[in-house]
């Protein structure tokens, strides 16, 4: 579609509006036809995957102790999920990204809520605790408050974080507790067999909506960003890689490493994402955010120009428009975040993924230690024979 | 400057009367000061060496409606020479402050052929619309209300407003004041310290020298008001009481708990962090907790009831000891966590300072109804230890005791308290920390079976599980909801090994029987009655006892600290009395319980009023089931 036929046309003399209505976006329960394809999907040029500069081991092993490998990583228990189910993509990709990011195991630790996702901690060979439904970020904010050198990895999924979580979630973001989140977006519920979730599409038929669900979607990207969270991704299942930096990325960064993965649920939802996931669309219905470069998608065919504050397509093999027109992606602006996270099952602009949000700002507990220690430099450590005897005494002979 | 060198030169004629004892009731508006007055009231009446009792009663509204009966906020006071163990059955002065706090508080008074309390009235605010606004159809200074009782006139509202006549003060300011003016007089009246006011205030007006001033003047102007006018023909004065020997402070309910928990942390050497949302009445604990944060104490205000449970737990898995505090709705919002901990097997002290229920209920009244939920509102059977404090100082060694038995036997623990023992006051003998039971703590480092660490092998004395914490190599573990094989800790639906470990979780709760004491029976050992309670009504309880002693009747009281699990030697103290008594406020709980337990017809005596017994409530019922009897 070329761009000038999609601007409006206006009478002259009058004002451009900035805001274009919004377009038909979220599909209305219809499942995605697309068969999954036999393959990886192909990565579009100009979306390389980024390497952000993780906790990287310097030296592993170095120090004679023998680097830790996936395998240290993977617990004993049989892992139950549903073969074909998305989950397994995720789990190989943390457990292919840990032994480059620690060289502590034990100070590595998973929580979870309840949901498929949540089993994760069993999978682990690290300190894990599967606690209740939604309240993973209350146990983490107890952990990491008490011992901040934890390296704590929350894991949850669309109905635990955005459901019956969404306080915790929500408060964990605007905190910044040093910790990431890996929320596995099924826009199903599994484990209960099949209802619809907090992300599932508007009408979608299920077990509990016979008739088509009438509750409109979170876009979690979007929630997360309006609860200040300090770093937000997005990533797919089906894209190892990407997904791996994310986890790196997140794992980088200091606060609340919130990563949205796109997993497909085979037996509730099947292809749910495949628009997304699969070689066939994703080249055009995917953009994969690269921190100062250009926004081109569709394999360089494509960009993403401002028109105001509407995002537009830009046809870069029509001559009319080049990459230098596209929109140069900066991560750390809160307005261009804001702007990249409501292209949402949009039909005619991309979905974004890779980091779509950072900044920099104190965790809550370094800043509950510090005010700890300024409390104990200032009045020492407190004697209780003291305490004991504040205030007003009297002694009784 | 001390009180005395401001007193007039002819100071000291009015006769002193001396009293064995006093209740005294300070009521007014919930913006007149009332708590306040109260608490100053009782920091000079512990300064006198009196045993004392107090009964703070407010509103849950911060300001209501000004001269409405339900803004009424009120502060009981029972002081004497003698051992004191209760606010007091009624009062022998009640200072109304306007018409509203006499009507609401007037039939506390005490009223009898053998002598009468007596009301002291801000006559400024009985004027017609605040008759209006408390309901009154006529004067009740006017219409034969007050008769037989002794009434002091006191323009209190005019006499303020003369003696700041020259400060420059609203007017707004000048009449929050008057409560000085009350509290002067009444401590002229009893002849009670005014020293440890002035140093307050002076304390908390340090930086503000106009108001220190003000407030230093109203305060001596009352205290003068009592001498030059002619309005009292006697004061009055309470002798030191004769409290075991040495150093007291005064301390309510809920800063014992703060500093029982205070005083867990540091002989356990393990950082408490306290998760917490705001609730009344438990918000206090918060408040004192956070300001101990150079004493081990972590404090973390958390979004909601929920998360304040689940941080503490976080907490106690990353090796700390998580405590949390709420009162019922917090409670009900917690069960689950509670379950969690139970099934983690991981130590958790949940301290519930009641109040009246259900749902919302009555805040800022005092309660003991969520026994029952304390001990069974869960889902699946989910047995944990409970324990109740008894007094406000009882909180100090109770918190210790809680935590402590929580990080011993690796289990939640939940502490009961209410609102009138959290916010009500007592001489307090300062205790020595380092006298309480030792607190020791140990952490898995290494793997105990093999090369591997199974998390759920057990102490064989207490049938603790081990203790391993994030960040020791080799110990690395995994815990859930999710039930437990009873050694390695993993996932298990074995339908043996659950009835296995639902009947094991049981038997180690079970096994803190082995640190309860022999039960301790106060009065006759056996006998016609025995009165079993638990909580806040020992104070009650045992001034009833010694009434009914006194009468003749052989009367034992057994007051339960452990309510789970019950004290071994409970049964054989049951068996030796006719009649069983539980006097509780709430429909009946505990008495559920022992009848369960001990198949024995035990008699509820019930009081849901928000408020504490009587001990005249509870001997009247002790004199009905002997004379009752065939």
């Given at each position: 579609m070329a761009d000038n036929e999609k601007k409006p046309t206006r009478p002259p003399g009058t004002k451009k509006p900035t805001l274009a209505p919004k377009k038909a976006s979220l599909p209305t329960g219809k499942k995605p036809t697309l068969p999954p394809k036999a393959g990886g999907p192909k990565r579009p040029p100009g979306a390389k995957p980024s390497r952000p500069p993780g906790r990287l081991v310097p030296d592993p092993g170095g120090d004679g102790a023998p680097a830790l490998t996936k395998?240290?990583?993977?617990?004993?228990?049989?892992?139950?999920?549903?073969?074909?189910?998305?989950?397994y993509a995720v789990l190989a990709a943390v457990q292919r990204v840990l032994p480059d990011l620690t060289e502590k195991k034990e100070n590595t630790v998973f929580i979870s809520g309840i949901g498929c996702s949540s089993r994760f901690p069993y999978y682990m060979n690290t300190y894990g605790m599967h606690t209740i439904h939604g309240r993973a970020p209350t146990v983490a904010t107890g952990l990491k408050c008490a011992n901040p050198d934890l390296d704590v990895w929350l894991v949850t999924g669309d109905g635990d974080a955005l459901s019956i979580g969404g306080n915790h979630f929500a408060h964990l973001l605007r905190r910044n507790l040093d910790v990431q989140v890996l929320l596995f977006n099924n826009q199903i519920y599994g484990l209960t067999k099949g209802q619809y979730s907090p992300t599932s599409e508007p009408g979608k038929v299920t077990k509990s909506s016979p008739y088509g669900s009438l509750d409109h979607p979170f876009n979690p990207v979007s929630l997360a960003l309006g609860a200040d969270a300090s770093f937000v991704a997005r990533t797919l299942d089906r894209d190892p890689k990407h997904m791996q930096a994310m986890l790196r990325a997140a794992h980088a960064h200091t606060g609340t490493g919130f990563v949205e993965v796109y997993q497909n649920c085979n037996i509730f939802n099947d292809g749910a994402f495949f628009r997304y996931t699969e070689r066939d669309t994703k080249p055009h219905t995917t953009l994969f955010l690269e921190d100062g470069e250009p926004l081109v998608y569709d394999e360089g065919t494509k960009g993403l120009r401002l028109d105001g504050l509407r995002l537009e397509s830009i046809d870069l093999t029509s001559g009319d428009w080049s990459a230098d027109d596209c929109l140069v992606y900066d991560a750390t602006d809160r307005t261009l975040a804001g702007i990249m996270s409501r292209?949402?099952?949009?039909e005619e602009l991309p979905q974004p993924f890779g980091v779509l949000y950072r900044e920099e700002r104190p965790t809550y507990e370094r800043l509950l230690r510090e005010q700890q220690q300024a409390v104990v430099a200032k009045r020492g450590t407190g004697d209780l024979h003291d305490l004991l005897r504040s205030g007003e005494t009297w002694t009784i002979e | 400057m001390s009180a005395l060198d401001l007193l007039p030169a002819d100071a000291a004629r009015t006769p002193v009367l001396s009293l064995p004892e006093v209740t005294i009731l300070f009521a007014g508006?919930?913006?007149?000061g009332m708590q306040l007055t109260g608490g100053q009231f009782t920091l000079a009446t512990a300064k006198a060496r009196n045993d004392l009792a107090t009964l703070p009663d407010f509103p849950a509204e911060i300001r209501a409606p000004a001269g409405t009966t339900y803004g009424v906020s009120g502060f009981q006071l029972h002081f004497g020479a003698t051992e004191i163990s209760t606010p007091g059955d009624e009062v022998d002065l009640l200072v109304a402050m306007n018409p509203a706090a006499l009507k609401v508080n007037l039939h506390r008074v005490r009223k009898s052929s053998e002598g009468s309390g007596a009301v002291l009235v801000n006559t400024n605010a009985f004027e017609q619309r605040d008759l209006n606004l408390a309901g009154y159809e006529s004067n009740p200074l006017e219409d034969g209300t007050l008769d037989g009782y002794e009434v002091f006139p006191v323009e209190l509202t005019r006499l303020t407003r003369e003696a700041l006549a020259?400060?420059?003060?609203?007017t707004k300011e000048v009449d929050r004041s008057k409560n000085m003016f009350a509290l002067g007089l009444a401590l002229w009246l009893y002849t009670r310290p005014v020293e440890p006011t002035l140093e307050w205030l002076e304390a908390k007006f340090a930086t503000k020298p106009d108001i220190l001033e003000a407030n230093r003047h109203v305060l001596t102007k009352g205290y003068h008001f009592g001498e030059t006018t002619e309005t009292f023909a006697a004061r009055y004065e309470v002798a030191p009481a004769t409290l075991p020997p040495g150093l007291y402070r005064a301390i309510r309910g809920n800063e014992a708990l703060a500093l029982g928990l205070v005083t867990a942390a540091v002989r356990s050497g393990l950082e408490i962090v306290y998760g917490s949302y705001p609730i009344t009445p438990a918000s206090d604990l918060l408040h004192a907790l956070s300001k101990h944060k150079n004493f081990g104490v972590l404090t973390v205000q958390a979004e909601d009831e929920i998360a304040a449970v689940g941080a503490a737990l976080g907490a106690s898995f990353a090796g700390r000891l998580g405590v949390t505090a709420t009162s019922g709705p917090g409670l009900a919002l917690k069960t689950e966590f509670v379950g969690l901990g139970i099934i983690t097997e991981l130590p958790l002290v949940v301290i519930d300072v009641q109040r009246a229920g259900p749902s919302t209920g009555m805040p800022t009244k005092t309660e003991q109804s969520d026994l029952l939920f304390a001990l069974y509102g869960r889902n699946g059977d989910a047995p944990l230890p409970v324990i109740a404090a008894s007094t406000p100082g009882d909180c100090y060694e109770v918190a210790y005791e809680a935590c402590r038995i929580a990080v011993k036997y690796m289990t939640p623990v939940i502490l009961l308290s209410d609102g009138y023992l959290g916010n009500g006051a007592e001489p307090w003998p300062i205790p020595d920390p380092d006298a309480l039971r030792d607190f020791p703590v140990t952490f898995a480092t290494e793997p105990n079976r093999g090369d591997e660490f199974l998390p759920y092998l057990r102490d064989d004395t207490t049938l603790a599980r081990a203790w391993a914490k994030p960040g020791t190599p080799n110990v690395e573990h995994r815990l859930g909801g999710l039930e437990k094989d009873r050694e390695t800790g993993g996932v298990s639906y074995d339908p043996e090994n659950h009835e296995a470990m639902t009947k094991l979780r049981a038997a180690k709760v079970e096994r803190v029987q082995q640190e309860i004491p022999p039960t301790e029976v106060y009065?006759?050992?056996?006998?016609d009655v025995l009165i079993v309670g638990w909580g806040s009504t020992r104070g009650s309880i045992e001034a009833a006892v010694k009434s009914a002693r006194a009468d003749g009747l052989t009367v034992g009281h057994v007051h339960i600290r452990w309510l789970n699990p019950l004290p071994p030697d409970l049964g054989d103290v049951l068996s030796r009395f006719e009649h069983i008594l539980v006097p509780e406020l709430n429909n009946g709980q505990l008495v559920h319980v022992l009848r369960d337990r001990f198949l024995r017809p035990a008699e509820s005596l019930a009081k849901i009023q928000g408020l504490p017994f009587k001990a005249s409530e509870i001997a009247k019922r002790i004199r009905e089931m002997i004379t009752t009897e065939p």
């Open positions: 395998k240290d990583f993977a617990s004993d228990a049989d892992v139950r999920w549903c073969p074909g189910c998305g989950d292209l949402f099952w949009d | 508006d919930s913006g007149d020259d400060f420059d003060l609203s009065g006759d050992d056996s006998g």
